[in-house]
């Protein structure tokens, strides 16, 4: 029986939580000799999208082996989006390294999961990042936690946390941020007397199941920690449901984390983290306990969804062109393996065959499945993403968000403006160093579309970042996108010559050349309306010279989309149509 540690990492978005990890995967040696300490790849984020756009999306186990001390390491997203992962994550942890970056500070998302780990009365180790950073600010840091903690009603012991100082990038930690000691060897040796072992329970066994893994070879693995008792191999138990009731169940093989991996093993004790075979209908939160006299662990609930947005089959003019699932029944079956480990996601059938509601965190959940399905050759077409709203009490509620924007001083007023143009309420504006500080109260649905126009008020030097917050009675209408659409009504590539014409119509989202169809959304009109433009017309040729004319010609260069901007841009009437190569916007129904 080895000592044992349970420790989760919680962290801001880019505060350099998977660094720190990585890095200590190094130092205790845990990974094989094939990589070495130059790669500057993130081992934990192993998934393409993650690694592109450097956030943690799903939560994931490691463990090392430290002076004989197995320590269990548990990464945590820090993106709101992804909160649902955190809750539950939690519940396997006795404590929690927090850590915050020397410049910024705590941030409203770090505030969020600290509150909750604080109430399951987990003991927190305090790491603040970056401090090679210029202009960085430890000791204002380190006072700034105390506060936060102490505001959120943090006992004695747990204020009395320990503090190290470091880069996780250059991998060195030291308890004196003027001190570099060149090794991560003072965090370990902190998380070895700091976090405390977990108790050893015997009795019946209760496990309760606060994740899942998905294998195509042995179907949904249960992953949890073992708060009682012990597991082993063929063993027949129960598991306890929503409804109370208690189904048998029979284990068929047990794993625990080594390293970046898993080991397999007949017997777990109490106080391990393991993944567990065999069981297939069970959900998160379940307990897996005695059949006979069965002892459940109190639920553990998965964040509602508080959007949702229709996906459908392609049936553009150019469907089948370059992704190969093209068919409902592929688009069915691919939504119903994403629910297999997606747990804040819900899909739900609609009246027609090929089209279904898919119910999300918000746009940067939904938009992480679409560019997923569409990285593995499907073709689909979404909707506008809509709120979900509630009724309490015979009144109509709706999801709102806590906005934070930091922001440089001279165009905060701009940004003020934008946000309570949208409904939000200005809650804390402060000065933090050169940069505004600004928190708000604002409807989920005023966040739609809202970044885009408040980095280009900004020029691009906000920093924004959301949580959600609770329902609240409906704050009223807010205003949509003010311009129509250019819509084409030809099919076949645009020509620079009619471009350079309507130039003056509106800003266009194609170049020449690009191969268009009828009813597609190639610009945006200076006018409220929609317009429908014919840009495949060619100059009149005539034997005729004429001097000086197509030198004039001067065409903007066409305004880009990414996948989250064009979801939030397009009006009601409008799909965004997503291929493995393209990302276009359409008419639902366009009649020239």
Request: proline share 4%; glycine share 8%; hydrophobic share 35%.
């Amino acid at each position: 029986m080895t000592e044992i540690r349970n420790v989760a990492i919680i962290a801001h978005v880019d505060h350099g939580k998977t660094t720190l990890v990585d890095k200590i995967i190094y130092a205790a040696q845990a990974n094989d000799a094939k990589r070495t300490q130059d790669n500057n790849e993130l081992i934990l984020d192993s998934n393409d999208l993650e690694r592109e756009r450097g956030i943690t999306i799903l939560s994931k186990n490691v463990s090392v082996n430290y002076k004989g001390t197995k320590i269990n390491i548990i990464d945590t997203p820090g993106h709101a989006d992804f909160g649902g992962e955190v809750e539950r994550v939690l519940s396997m942890a006795d404590g929690v390294i927090l850590l915050v970056d020397a410049f910024e500070g705590a941030m409203p998302q770090t505030r969020f999961v600290l509150g909750k780990a604080l109430g399951l009365g987990l003991k927190p180790i305090v790491v603040v990042n970056k401090v090679d950073k210029e202009n960085c600010r430890p000791d204002e840091v380190h006072e700034e936690v105390f506060d936060l903690m102490f505001n959120l009603e943090a006992t004695e012991d747990q204020l009395d946390f320990p503090t190290l100082y470091g880069s996780s990038k250059n991998g060195w930690m030291s308890h004196d941020w003027k001190n570099e000691t060149g090794s991560l060897e003072p965090l370990l040796d902190t998380i070895l007397e700091s976090i405390p072992a977990p108790e050893q329970k015997e009795g019946v066994l209760r496990m309760k199941i606060t994740s899942l893994d998905f294998s195509s070879f042995t179907g949904r693995i249960a992953i949890g920690r073992i708060h009682q008792g012990s597991i082993a191999v063929g063993q027949s138990l129960g598991l306890t449901k929503k409804d109370d009731t208690v189904k048998r169940v029979r284990i068929k093989e047990l794993h625990i984390f080594e390293g970046l991996g898993k080991r397999s093993v007949d017997k777990v004790d109490c106080g391990d983290i393991c993944a567990v075979t065999g069981i297939d209908d069970f959900e998160i939160g379940d307990t897996i306990t005695d059949f006979d006299n069965p002892e459940p662990l109190e639920r553990v609930g998965v964040d509602e969804p508080t959007m949702n947005m229709l996906f459908t089959i392609n049936n553009s003019p150019f469907f089948g062109k370059e992704g190969k699932f093209v068919t409902s029944r592929h688009l069915r079956d691919r939504l119903m393996k994403e629910i297999e480990k997606n747990l804040a996601l819900r899909v739900e059938p609609t009246d027609s065959e090929d089209k279904f509601l898919v119910y999300g965190r918000g746009v940067l959940h939904l938009s992480v499945l679409i560019e997923t399905m569409r990285r593995e050759g499907y073709e689909l077409q979404v909707g506008q993403p809509q709120v979900i709203y509630k009724d309490v009490d015979g009144q109509k509620h709706e999801p709102i968000e806590h906005l934070v924007i930091d922001v440089p001083e001279d165009v905060s007023g701009k940004a003020i403006e934008l946000v309570t143009k949208r409904k939000g309420e200005l809650t804390i504006m402060e000065p933090k160093g050169d940069v505004q500080h600004l928190e708000f109260n604002i409807p989920a649905r005023g966040l739609i579309g809202l970044r885009n126009q408040v980095l280009t008020a900004t020029a691009g030097e906000a920093v924004m970042t959301h949580r959600f917050n609770g329902y609240e009675p409906y704050k009223g209408d807010i205003p949509e996108r003010l311009n129509g659409s250019l819509v084409s009504m030809e099919t076949g590539p645009g020509t620079s010559y009619s471009i350079d014409k309507l130039q003056d119509r509106g800003i266009f989202f194609v170049s020449p050349g690009d191969d268009l169809y009828v009813g597609q959304v190639i610009g945006e009109h200076s006018r409220a309306n929609d317009l429908a433009v014919n840009i495949q017309k060619g100059k009149q040729l005539t034997n005729m010279r004429k001097s000086g004319t197509d030198a004039s010609m001067k065409i903007a260069p066409p305004k880009k989309f990414s996948l989250e901007e064009a979801l939030e841009y397009i009006n009601k009437d409008e799909y965004v149509e997503v291929t493995p190569l393209s990302i276009r916007m359409r008419k639902i129904d366009f009649k020239a």
